[in-house]
Nanobody
Framework: QVQLVESGGGLVQPGGSLRLSCATS????????MGWYRQAPGKQRELVASISISGSVNYADSVKGRFTISRDNAKNTVYLQMESLKPEDTAVYYC??????????WGQGTQVTVSS
Protein backbone atom coordinates (compact mmCIF):
# COMPACT_ATOMS: atom_id res chain seq x y z
CA GLN A 1 0.00 0.00 0.00
CA VAL A 2 1.38 3.37 -1.03
CA GLN A 3 1.49 6.06 1.62
CA LEU A 4 2.71 9.64 1.54
CA VAL A 5 2.53 11.27 4.95
CA GLU A 6 3.23 14.98 5.33
CA SER A 7 4.21 16.54 8.62
CA GLY A 8 5.70 19.74 9.98
CA GLY A 9 2.91 22.18 9.25
CA GLY A 10 1.55 24.60 11.80
CA LEU A 11 1.07 28.22 12.77
CA VAL A 12 4.02 30.55 12.34
CA GLN A 13 4.48 34.30 12.45
CA PRO A 14 5.45 36.25 9.32
CA GLY A 15 9.18 35.99 8.78
CA GLY A 16 9.32 32.63 10.49
CA SER A 17 10.40 29.22 9.25
CA LEU A 18 8.98 25.75 8.94
CA ARG A 19 10.29 22.47 7.62
CA LEU A 20 7.82 20.11 5.99
CA SER A 21 8.52 16.41 5.60
CA CYS A 22 6.86 13.83 3.39
CA ALA A 23 7.62 10.27 4.38
CA THR A 24 6.76 7.68 1.75
CA SER A 25 6.25 3.95 1.79
CA UNK A 26 5.18 1.37 -0.76
CA UNK A 27 7.01 2.98 -3.68
CA UNK A 28 10.54 2.77 -5.07
CA UNK A 29 11.20 6.30 -3.85
CA UNK A 30 14.49 6.86 -5.67
CA UNK A 31 12.88 6.56 -9.12
CA UNK A 32 10.03 8.96 -8.38
CA UNK A 33 10.10 12.66 -9.05
CA MET A 34 8.78 14.46 -5.99
CA GLY A 35 6.93 17.71 -5.62
CA TRP A 36 5.33 20.01 -3.11
CA TYR A 37 2.07 21.71 -4.02
CA ARG A 38 -0.19 24.02 -2.09
CA GLN A 39 -3.81 25.05 -2.17
CA ALA A 40 -5.16 28.13 -0.49
CA PRO A 41 -8.89 28.58 0.19
CA GLY A 42 -10.73 29.44 -3.01
CA LYS A 43 -7.67 28.91 -5.17
CA GLN A 44 -6.37 26.17 -7.41
CA ARG A 45 -3.64 23.83 -6.30
CA GLU A 46 -0.27 25.12 -7.47
CA LEU A 47 3.23 23.76 -7.75
CA VAL A 48 5.58 25.10 -5.10
CA ALA A 49 8.73 23.09 -5.77
CA SER A 50 9.83 19.88 -7.42
CA ILE A 51 12.89 17.68 -7.41
CA SER A 52 13.80 15.10 -10.02
CA ILE A 53 15.37 11.70 -9.46
CA SER A 54 18.74 13.25 -10.31
CA GLY A 55 18.25 16.09 -7.84
CA SER A 56 17.37 18.87 -10.26
CA VAL A 57 15.05 21.36 -8.59
CA ASN A 58 12.40 23.77 -9.76
CA TYR A 59 10.58 26.48 -7.80
CA ALA A 60 7.57 28.69 -8.26
CA ASP A 61 8.64 32.31 -8.69
CA SER A 62 6.78 33.25 -5.53
CA VAL A 63 9.02 31.07 -3.34
CA LYS A 64 12.39 31.31 -5.07
CA GLY A 65 15.10 32.26 -2.62
CA ARG A 66 12.93 31.41 0.38
CA PHE A 67 12.05 27.72 0.01
CA THR A 68 14.37 24.76 -0.50
CA ILE A 69 13.30 21.29 -1.58
CA SER A 70 15.49 18.28 -0.88
CA ARG A 71 15.22 14.52 -0.82
CA ASP A 72 16.79 11.73 1.19
CA ASN A 73 16.56 8.50 -0.77
CA ALA A 74 17.85 6.49 2.18
CA LYS A 75 14.89 7.67 4.25
CA ASN A 76 12.34 7.72 1.39
CA THR A 77 11.54 11.28 2.40
CA VAL A 78 11.28 14.65 0.70
CA TYR A 79 11.56 17.93 2.57
CA LEU A 80 10.55 21.52 2.07
CA GLN A 81 12.46 24.09 4.10
CA MET A 82 10.48 27.31 4.18
CA GLU A 83 12.08 30.57 5.29
CA SER A 84 10.86 34.16 5.49
CA LEU A 85 7.27 33.01 5.45
CA LYS A 86 4.57 35.42 4.38
CA PRO A 87 0.82 35.43 5.03
CA GLU A 88 0.28 34.58 1.36
CA ASP A 89 2.12 31.28 1.94
CA THR A 90 -0.85 30.14 4.02
CA ALA A 91 -2.28 27.00 2.43
CA VAL A 92 -2.59 23.27 2.70
CA TYR A 93 0.68 21.80 1.44
CA TYR A 94 0.63 18.50 -0.41
CA CYS A 95 3.37 16.09 -1.38
CA UNK A 96 3.26 14.34 -4.75
CA UNK A 97 5.21 11.39 -6.11
CA UNK A 98 5.26 10.87 -9.87
CA UNK A 99 6.80 8.19 -12.04
CA UNK A 100 6.98 9.59 -15.60
CA UNK A 101 3.19 10.08 -15.63
CA UNK A 102 2.75 6.32 -15.26
CA UNK A 103 1.71 6.60 -11.64
CA UNK A 104 1.03 9.54 -9.37
CA UNK A 105 0.42 9.56 -5.64
CA TRP A 106 -0.61 12.36 -3.29
CA GLY A 107 -0.35 12.83 0.42
CA GLN A 108 -3.22 14.01 2.60
CA GLY A 109 -1.79 17.49 3.11
CA THR A 110 -0.56 19.55 6.03
CA GLN A 111 -1.83 22.99 6.98
CA VAL A 112 0.57 25.93 7.05
CA THR A 113 -0.76 29.16 8.51
CA VAL A 114 1.33 32.32 8.53
CA SER A 115 -0.21 34.91 10.78
CA SER A 116 0.65 37.28 13.60
Amino acid sequence: QVQLVESGGGLVQPGGSLRLSCATSGIAFSIYAMGWYRQAPGKQRELVASISISGSVNYADSVKGRFTISRDNAKNTVYLQMESLKPEDTAVYYCKAELRSLSTYWGQGTQVTVSS
